[in-house]
């Protein structure tokens, strides 16, 4: 190793898409996802109207990185609170 280069690591980096489905799952928002994907560097994971919803935000998944669009109907106090988490 080259001295003070930092190490490698096979981790990818888990990106959460928060967001209604509608949203997280247009054509434009999946071209976008599928490049991250394909780079080999990230783990999307999209948490969906059912999590954004439904579950309290203790339950929805853990994320390193997390992208969040507003749109009618999207709870934004309840993904700023998961995001101070």
């Known amino acids: 190793a080259q001295l003070g280069a930092m ?3 096979n981790t990818k980096v888990t990106v959460g ?4 489905d509608k949203k ?3 054509k434009a928002m999946s071209a976008i996802l599928t490049r991250l ?3 080999g560097e990230f783990e999307i994971i999209v948490f969906g109207d059912e999590c954004i919803l439904n579950r309290p ?3 929805w998944p ?3 990185a997390l992208i ?5 109907g ?3 106090s309840k993904a700023e609170a998961y995001a101070r988490l």
């Open 17 to 20: 898409i928060c967001a209604m």
């Open 68 to 72: 969040s669009f507003f749109s009618d």
């Open 57 to 59: 935000i203790e339950e």
């Open 24 to 26: 997280a799952k247009s």
């Open 74 to 76: 999207f709870p934004l």
């Open 7 to 9: 190490p490698t690591t």
């Open 62 to 64: 853990k994320v390193d």
């Open 37 to 39: 994907e394909k780079s």
